[in-house]
């Protein structure tokens, strides 16, 4: 029987040292066990880079045996998770890769015993920005999951944290990576198409609103001291299932991460739509909420045919759907229109269908479409995805922490991202139907919606404050 590593997590402990991390970055005792702050090591070419895991969920648990583990140049040398039955579980299945001491319920203290070199925050949505900010502030470098943040203000603190402590980061935006996104958004700048006009992404579903139910008992390995950090920085509520197995269903968690869900599915397709238009860096800078947000489904039915120049590409069992829907039209500087209208029937579910004065390329993950065709029939096999997806991104990560280089999806362009999706469910939530509204991208505030700017930010529960900069 596998002796479980004693290293309890409480709540008063948490607090405790998440105040002290609270204060100034030269008070953190506890959280600089290795590298002095902002001051890095890079591994060296030839070295392996140490990397703990935080959040052992299903994000995890897909991606480490075929998409983390295999990486060259990586080891995986600790876990952690809020939940000993899930740390116990997860050495299970990988037997063999991991001691008993190597699963910690505290991931502050894994850091400080193991000194990886990275981690790789896969928590809940409502639970990153906390982690991924000790990490680092410990010395850490980052990849991150999408969304990489639960609002506008808390991504950009993760971006000013990684630049003050100078951390490689990588945002799970794996598209950016792959030899085929990377060809297709080449051939966009480079004016295979022409001039751009327009962008078609679809109309993603957003995250539905909780009503509390009635307290349900809590699961193995589950209390309330473990449920009170678990939910982290939002609104405590009484144990449910649905909320703990099921939170990127509902908005106290995540901007909509459902499957077609605006963080779930949008995060990927609106990173494309910033990836081919090179808008890494900035964002919209009007919107237009062309109907009422009403319930809707997702439109995904299976009866309908793509036509000829469609990726027809039925990803990951996509389902129909519900939630809050709304389609609508965003600008750039640059007067490219952003039209977020494609149901889940039809279009590039992760992706987006770059229209110019000479043709359109529809670009789809694993698979492109164009019009005219010829445009799209004869990729370089250098550019053929012929791997994993996650593989290429985290080798990039690795790279980019030996190498000190930026990473292809650096917490910036994620941060752009992650904005666009936010931008949808706060525009949904807030705009007047058919009546333009300013967004500014460099202050990144709405420039004639009070209601939205009130939206940008929320309000953070006692003892799950950010760490301080300064």
Not at 45 to 62: E, F, P, Q, S, Y
Not at 97 to 109: C, N, S
Not at 203 to 226: K, L
Not at 232 to 255: C, G, I, K, M, T
Request: with cysteine.
């Amino acid at each position: 029987m596998m002796k479980k590593h004693q290293n309890p997590i409480s709540r008063r402990n948490f607090l405790k040292t998440a105040a002290a991390a609270t204060t100034t970055a030269s008070s953190l005792p506890l959280l600089i066990p290795r590298h002095v702050l902002g001051d890095t090591t890079h591994p060296g070419a030839n070295d392996t880079v140490k990397v703990a895991l935080i959040g052992l969920g299903g994000r995890c648990t897909g991606i480490y045996p075929h998409e983390v583990k295999p990486v060259a140049g990586l080891k995986v040398v600790a876990v952690s998770d809020l939940m000993q039955p899930r740390i116990d579980s997860f050495m299970k299945r990988y037997n063999g890769d991991f001691k008993p001491e190597q699963g910690y319920t505290d991931f502050r203290k894994m850091i400080e015993k193991e000194k990886p070199d990275g981690i790789m925050a896969e928590t809940a949505t409502h639970q990153r920005a906390l982690a991924a900010a000790i990490a680092m502030q410990m010395g850490c470098h980052l990849y991150i999951e999408k969304p990489m943040a639960l609002t506008i203000a808390e991504g950009r603190y993760l971006v000013n944290t990684a630049r003050k402590y100078n951390r490689v980061t990588q945002v799970g935006t794996q598209q950016r990576s792959l030899p085929l996104c990377q060809w297709a958004c080449r051939q966009v700048q480079n004016g295979a198409i022409g001039k751009v006009k327009v962008v078609e992404a679809p109309n993603f579903v957003g995250p539905n609103i909780w009503t509390d139910q009635p307290v349900q008992p809590y699961p193995t390995g589950m209390n309330d001291e473990i449920w009170d950090l678990w939910t982290n920085q939002a609104v405590l509520r009484p144990y449910h299932s649905q909320l703990h197995l099921n939170w990127s269903n509902w908005w106290d968690y995540d901007a909509g991460g459902l499957c077609f869900g605006v963080s779930g599915w949008g995060t990927h397709s609106y990173d494309q739509v910033n990836m081919a238009l090179e808008m890494n860096e900035t964002g919209p800078v009007e919107i237009l909420l062309e109907e009422p947000c009403t319930i809707q489904d997702s439109g995904k039915f299976v009866t309908r045919k793509p036509t000829d120049d469609e990726t027809g590409a039925a990803y990951y069992g996509m389902a129909k759907v519900k939630g809050p829907r709304a389609k609508m039209k965003m600008w750039f500087a640059n007067g490219v229109e952003l039209r977020l209208n494609l149901d889940g029937d039809r279009g590039p579910g992760l992706g987006c269908i770059v229209t110019g004065e000479k043709g359109k390329i529809e670009i789809n993950r694993h698979k492109l479409s164009s019009n005219p065709k010829e445009l799209t029939a004869n990729i370089p096999e250098e550019f053929k995805n012929k791997r994993p997806e996650t593989v290429y991104h985290v080798e990039n990560w690795i790279d980019g922490i030996k190498t000190g280089k930026k990473c292809n999806a650096d917490i910036e362009y994620g941060q752009r991202s992650t904005t666009l999706c936010e931008l949808v469910n706060i525009v949904r939530a807030t705009a007047p139907v058919g009546e333009k509204v300013g967004w500014d991208p460099i202050k990144e505030r709405f420039t004639n919606n009070n209601k939205g700017n009130e939206m940008l930010a929320r309000p953070r529960r006692k003892g799950y404050e950010l760490p301080e900069l300064s």
